[in-house]
């Protein structure tokens, strides 16, 4: 496991984005065969961004369920004897002649479906987390670097980096606009999702996003949803947290998941600054247009990274403000764009995998260190390597 540090080529990584995004709307003379792994609802919607963009050929689909996979084959022009269903729907779809995946899935899978994918010399586009819990990061970590060695795409698909108006914050931040940087304050505020009373089996955990609720599956409400601002705080500051320590606990109505969903964190840095976490997941009908972003408070002004609504930075000698647009649709696009483009040119060097890794990681530790209500070490869980199990007993492969 590499050390939890990104270069200035990693740090920009979002930059790149946004320089592919000149190719939407066009339609590249090269088409993609791509296969779309995981056709939920979001899956599926993202499924309909790579049909757009132009550039690639949805060429088959696979899900667990059998009438998801058929719903989605079908909007996105795929032939019945091309969609794939059951456990091992991922193989058909990696064997049926695509050049790349869209990895789209409950996380727990993430890591076999990545392993299996580089194997057979396919380009990766992956959801965020990567992994649910340190050996899946690992074996993503491992899956990548073979990615670049064998000169095939990787990319893993966060949005706040993409967008202009973001990165002009963080450009005046490294030049030091705010002066220096003595506190972060990250959050995310929203609603919760269905966790309906458990079953015979996880067939009804895979079903619209039942599985944020399940740490094992999904990562839970931290590793999935919050990691969304504490990776937008680690693109910022090039760099991640060594160590965390809070409380959290449930607070959604009748929890069948574990998954806490009340969450307050502080994560230390080795030069002893703190960011400080806080987040809630419940259906309390609160309602904001900044409902997940990242403060980056200096000596001199300070910076604001959002999701949604604005992005600004203040300070005695610079003031920017810009709109944040439609940014869940947008930065993926943007991201779509990008994998196209890195394809094309061949561009191996995959700027998006250490920082994803790292996030995960930060998201992990986070989670430990609250559920335990202690200070917590990343060499400490690194050192653990501790794994999540889930049961896939009775499911159809």
Request: aromatic share 8%; with cysteine.
């Amino acid at each position: 496991m590499g050390a939890l540090t990104f270069g200035r080529r990693e740090a920009l990584a979002g930059s790149i984005a946004a320089v592919a995004q000149p190719l939407l709307g066009q339609t590249p003379e090269t088409k993609i065969r791509l296969g779309l792994i995981g056709c939920g609802q979001r899956g599926s919607w993202i499924g309909g961004l790579f049909r757009r963009h132009g550039g690639f050929e949805i060429h088959a689909v696979g899900d667990y369920f059998e009438s998801v996979a058929n719903e989605c084959g079908a909007a996105l022009g795929v032939p019945e004897a091309r969609r794939y269903s059951g456990l091992d729907a991922y193989r058909r779809v990696i064997a049926s002649g695509v050049e790349a995946v869209a990895l789209e899935t409950p996380p727990y899978v993430f890591p076999l479906h990545a392993e299996a994918a580089v194997s057979a010399g396919l380009h990766v586009f992956m959801a965020k987390p990567v992994a649910v819990d340190v050996p899946g990061c690992r074996r993503v970590e491992a899956a990548a670097a073979r990615a670049s060695e064998r000169q095939r795409v990787f990319l893993v698909d966060y949005q706040m980096p993409t967008d202009p108006s973001n990165q002009k914050v963080v450009q005046y931040i490294r030049a030091g606009a705010i002066g220096k940087i003595a506190a972060v304050h990250t959050y995310y505020l929203a609603g919760s999702w269905s966790d309906p009373p458990k079953t015979r089996t996880i067939e009804d955990r895979l079903r619209g996003l039942v599985w944020v609720n399940d740490t094992a599956i999904g990562g839970g409400y931290h590793g999935n949803a919050c990691i969304h601002a504490v990776d937008a705080a680690m693109w910022a500051m090039g760099r991640a947290p060594a160590a965390a320590l809070g409380v959290s606990r449930i607070g959604r109505p009748n929890p069948h998941g574990d998954s806490h969903d009340v969450i307050s964190l502080t994560y230390e840095f080795d030069d002893g600054m703190v960011m400080c976490h806080r987040a809630k997941h419940l259906p309390d009908n609160y309602s904001t247009a900044d409902f997940c972003g990242c403060y980056i408070h200096g000596d001199a002004g300070y910076g604001w990274i959002s999701y949604s609504a604005r992005a600004q930075l203040v300070s005695g000698e610079e003031a920017f403000k810009g709109d944040v647009v439609n940014l869940y649709e947008a930065g993926a696009s943007r991201n779509i764009a990008a994998f196209h483009e890195a394809i094309m040119k061949r561009d191996h060097s995959n700027p998006t995998v250490r920082r994803a890794i790292d996030s995960a990681l930060v998201t992990i530790m986070g989670r430990e260190a609250a559920l335990r209500k202690t200070r917590l070490t990343m060499a400490t869980v690194l050192r653990e390597n501790k794994s999540q199990r889930v049961s896939l007993a009775g499911l159809r492969r």
